[in-house]
């Protein structure tokens, strides 16, 4: 079981526009972003406040509930933020604000599966600097955006692990060392 950072960025390392935008990841091929059999081995998801809003905004959590449950059934799913934000009803949620008070829990909620870091960069910046961060995934997309929020905005070692191709999107997998 491990700790793992997925993200999809464009080609000069932007997850999200300036104002969290994600059209230009929409845009892609459904098949180029289909992280369904990565989804299967995991058993805990965390995410930032802004990623949790832009998925609420987007996918219409809130008036359309079920899609949350689609996407995630029964999986447990951390926040990481230091607001009150609204809760996708009957969604397995859990809002936080200390990733190494937490992990303790994410890793017991994930069982045999791994924990998922969804995002953005500065909560998988906060997981590597509490050293829970065990491998980061990231999908390269042919997309260059003029400014927005970065990949990572901290420090780390990684050691390249895996290169794979779907469609458009190059996948490198690395550990963190």
Known sequence: MTTTYLMTSTLNGFVAGP??????????????????????????????????????????????????HQAHGDRAVWVFTHRELPAVPGANLRFA????????????????????VAGG??????????GVLDRVVIGITPVLLAAGKPLFPGSARLRLTGVERQGQVAFLSYDVL
């Open 97 to 116: 604000t200390d990733v190494a008070a937490e992990h303790p829990a994410m890793l017991a909620a994930a069982g045999e599966r791994d924990v998922f």
């Open 121 to 130: 960069g500065a909560l998988a910046a906060a997981f590597q600097a509490a």
């Open 19 to 68: 104002d969290n935008e994600l059209d230009w990841l929409y845009d892609l091929p459904a098949a180029d972003r289909d992280f369904s059999q990565f989804l299967s081995g995991v058993g805990a998801l965390a995410m930032g406040a802004s990623t949790y809003e832009a998925v609420l905004r987007d996918s219409e959590l809130l008036t359309h509930p079920e899609r949350w």
